[in-house]
């Protein structure tokens, strides 16, 4: 068994301790999401400190499809506006479907959470990967087609075929998502993406990292790698 790269968690842990100064992140939150809120400040950070805006899309609804992904955007211009008068570094947009579906124009400066994840594999060099997401298996496909665009080439993917109800998704679920991703596809595989910020995914980062000895890359993760680069002065 060769020897367990540098993973997700240990490079946002060496980011955090090199850190030269204290970064703030607006995030603007899809109004159902508990996950992130949830995951976050169990990563530790030291250095990182987010501030949290909703967002309510106009139709209402907690499930993803075109009114709910088009509404999270329209609204991201009010909730930017509620944190006004906190001096921010950066912010994240803490929706993954949202970053690769279309829809208006988000305001200048925000970064999606698909948006994290490009940048998290880009700077791990990743350009081979396979996906693992909770959604329906068009909005996994259309994810797939974003990241090829983006230059990294997923070579397997499966999907849970899930609109809504993201939280009560268990870890050995998530575990067993990614076991059912082709055996060769993961060897050959430079990281694993769990995308979406809605479901529950640190500790099966953990677990995955061990048994697969591959990092693990979770959207939630990825935002928060985006925050800790500027925080140590790394701009990749």
Known sequence: ????????????????????????????????????????PRLGLRNTVFHHARLV???????????????????SAEALDSLSHVELDTVLLACTSAGFTGGPPLPAGITTAFDAVLAALAAAD???AVLATPYPSEVTEAETVALAEAGVDVLAHVS???????????????????DELPQHAV????????SCTGWHTLQAVTELEERLRTPVYSSNLAMALS?????SGVTV
């Open 160 to 178: 849970l075929g899930l609109d809504d109800g993201y939280p009560q998704v268990a870890t050995d679920r998530v575990l067993a998502l990614v």
């Open 1 to 40: 068994m060769h020897p367990l790269p540098d993973g997700s968690l240990a490079a946002l842990a060496a980011l955090d301790a090199a850190a030269d100064r204290t970064v703030r992140a607006g995030l603007l939150l899809p109004w159902a999401n508990v996950a992130v809120e949830t995951e976050l």
């Open 227 to 231: 925050a800790a680069r500027l925080s």
């Open 126 to 128: 990743v350009t081979r």
């Open 57 to 75: 899309p106009a139709s209402g609804t907690t499930a993803i499809d075109k009114s709910f992904w088009h509404g999270l955007r329209a609204a």
């Open 187 to 194: 060897a050959e595989a430079q990281a694993v993406v769990l």
